[in-house]
């Protein structure tokens, strides 16, 4: 497919797990991408790479810019830069949620502050934010990590609606537990690794984890000026997790 051809695309967070699935899908599919990352290094052309710091407005608005300069525009940002967390209520201190939520939610807040100004000028300009299952259905041991995603899905809903007529579209996916970096350092750290992924792996009808690939494979769904008239909108890949009710095996 060539629905990206001529387009430019930021994507945050875009130098591993679904960040760089996604920017190397919208490369192959005809766009420019640029990358925004802590660590951009390992990041190869035809990909740009630029140094950014979500938590910081400044870092945002220089790498943004310099960006644009060099794709010559901004037609799409992929808010995909987050982190996470695990725990009850209790588990974590004021600064680890002053931390989580700095990042999952006013990050995806100043990146589109940043690009806003420049996406206004495209004629076919989208944001797509990654968001979570666990927006929509209560997990256990996440309480911040899935306060943190239900803002960005509200967020998501009101940004489209502040937009929709200045021609800009706004979406969110939902990714179920998915086969990142991130969730492999989270099985690491568990006492019994194996265990700990086959109770996630069990946890989606699908009985596996959701792959990077097809988590961008939706991003880039949303994305696509293919899909105009979709804006408002949460998708989720996750293995039939929120919408999926199954007997139990033998039954």
Wanted: hydrophobic share 45%; glycine share 10%; charged share 20%.
């Amino acid at each position: 497919m060539s629905d990206f051809e001529g387009l430019r695309a930021l994507v945050t967070g875009g130098a591993s797990g679904i960040g760089r699935a996604t920017a190397e899908l919208l490369a192959a599919r005809g766009a420019q991408v640029a990358v925004l990352d802590l660590d951009p290094t390992s990041v190869d052309k035809p990909l740009l790479a630029y140094r950014a710091d979500v938590t910081d407005d400044t870092s945002v608005r220089e790498a943004v810019a310099a960006a644009v300069t060099e794709l010559g525009g901004l037609d799409i940002v992929i808010n995909n830069a987050g982190t996470g967390a695990r725990g009850t209520v209790e588990d974590n201190n004021d600064a680890e949620w002053h931390r989580v939520l700095d990042v999952n939610v006013i990050g995806m807040v100043r990146v589109a502050r940043a690009a806003l100004p420049h996406l206004r000028r495209s004629q076919h300009a989208a944001i797509v934010n990654t968001c979570s299952i666990g927006a929509t259905a209560g997990l256990p041991q996440r309480a911040l990590y899935c306060a943190s995603k239900g803002a960005v899905y509200s967020l998501t809903l009101a940004m489209a609606a502040d937009h929709v007529r200045e021609g800009i579209r706004v979406n969110c996916v939902n990714p179920g537990t998915a086969d990142t970096p991130w969730v492999g350092r989270l099985l690491d750290a568990a006492d019994d690794p194996a265990a700990e992924r086959a109770a996630l792996e069990a946890r989606q009808p699908t009985g596996r984890l959701v792959s990077a690939a097809e988590v961008a494979g939706a991003i880039a769904y949303l994305a696509s000026p293919l899909s105009g008239a979709t804006t408002g909108t949460s998708l989720a890949v996750d293995g039939g997790m929120q919408g999926l009710r199954l007997r139990p095996v033998g039954q």
